[in-house]
T-cell receptor, first 114, second 111 residues
Framework: DSGVTQTPKHLITATGQRVTLRCSPR?????VYWYQQSLDQGLQFLIQ???????AKGNILERFSAQQFPDLHSELNLSSLELGDSALYFC?????????????FGPGTRLLVL | GQNIDQPTEMTATEGAIVQINCTYQ??????LFWYQQHAGEAPTFLSY????GLEEKGRFSSFLSRSKGYSYLLLKELQMKDSASYLC????????????FGRGTSLIVHP
């Protein structure tokens, strides 16, 4: 158990809908990262937050947005969902958000868009 | 680009030794991670190499050659539970410093 929690574990929804994925980092970690993992793309970095502020952006679509709240939990919002958005979404956390730190991954949310 | 290349799949026998290779672009390179990921589960950290050489942690060792753009993960005394995907992830200066992950090497350990 990494100490990172994610809810829900599974999510099934329809095309065009909007969903929110939630992540709580390890106690004491200030930085949160979101990743998408699909069979054909591998693990793709989406976005990073540090202490409530966006710090780095990866291959995140405009239909996706995220935020980190004062209590350091983070939410990833996915809207106008398409079939291709079906994937595992991982949240990871690290202490200070610096690149050489180990990232601790949560168990993931498996999203299925029908 | 900052490509990471690793084999898609490898098989090995329980009790044996296996080496999983990873090659990457050397320009601007700043460090390399190895993660283990069991099917449907979260990746877990194995090692981080910045300097050339071999780092050993129990049955797992990781090697880096910065000049050759090459790393490997060495797994000794293989156990069935080592069947997993092994992800190589590199960091480069410039742009986002977030590690870029390879597609992973699926290791199958058979009796």
């Amino acid at each position: 158990d990494s100490g990172v929690t994610q809810t829900p574990k599974h999510l099934i929804t329809a095309t065009g809908q909007r969903v929110t994925l939630r992540c709580s980092p390890r106690s004491g970690d200030l930085s949160v990262y979101w990743y998408q993992q699909s069979l054909d793309q591998g693990l793709q970095f989406l976005i990073q937050y540090y202490n409530g502020e966006e710090r780095a952006k990866g291959n995140i679509l405009e239909r996706f947005s995220a935020q980190q709240f004062p209590d350091l939990h983070s939410e990833l919002n996915l809207s106008s969902l398409e079939l291709g958005d079906s994937a595992l979404y991982f949240c990871a956390s690290s202490a200070h958000g610096v690149a050489w730190e180990t990232q601790y991954f949560g168990p993931g949310t498996r999203l299925l868009v029908l | 680009g900052q490509n990471i290349d690793q084999p898609t799949e490898m098989t090995a026998t329980e009790g044996a030794i296996v080496q999983i290779n990873c090659t990457y672009q050397t320009s601007g390179f700043n460090g390399l991670f190895w993660y283990q990921q069991h099917a449907g589960e979260a990746p877990t950290f194995l090692s981080y190499n910045v300097l050339d050489g071999l780092e050993e942690k129990g049955r797992f060792s990781s090697f880096l050659s910065r000049s050759k753009g090459y790393s490997y993960l060495l797994l000794k005394e293989l156990q069935m539970k080592d069947s997993a995907s092994y992800l190589c992830a590199g960091r480069w200066t410039g742009g986002s410093y977030i590690p870029t992950f390879g597609r992973g090497t699926s290791l199958i350990v058979h009796p």
